[in-house]
């Protein structure tokens, strides 16, 4: 038994894991470079990512390696992204 996804959807999938997993490289390649003392990622990118649909790997990035959990500043702009996604999401799936 299989379920029919329709196509649009199949894309928004594929984009929000390819985009996750992006998002979740960089997360560990910044936690690494903080821990080295070297220069790192700036948050501006890392919210791009976010924002393109790679926030559900940025939250499981903060959970796993607990990277960029404790910033207040960070964590505001993240979960407004987060509430941008969901929202249009919700309104995507109500419209039919």
Partial sequence: MSIAIPWPA???????LVMS?????CYGWDKRLA?????????????????????????LAQRLIRHKNRKPAYQLKFWLIVT?????????????
């Fill in 10 to 16: 199949q894309v928004l999938l594929v984009l929000y």
């Fill in 21 to 25: 997993l992006l998002c979740f490289a």
């Fill in 35 to 59: 821990v080295a003392g070297r220069r790192r990622i700036p948050e501006a990118r890392l919210h791009l990512l976010e924002l393109l649909g790679g926030w559900p790997g940025g939250l």
């Fill in 84 to 96: 941008l996604h969901l929202g249009a999401l919700g309104y995507w799936l109500a419209s039919g």
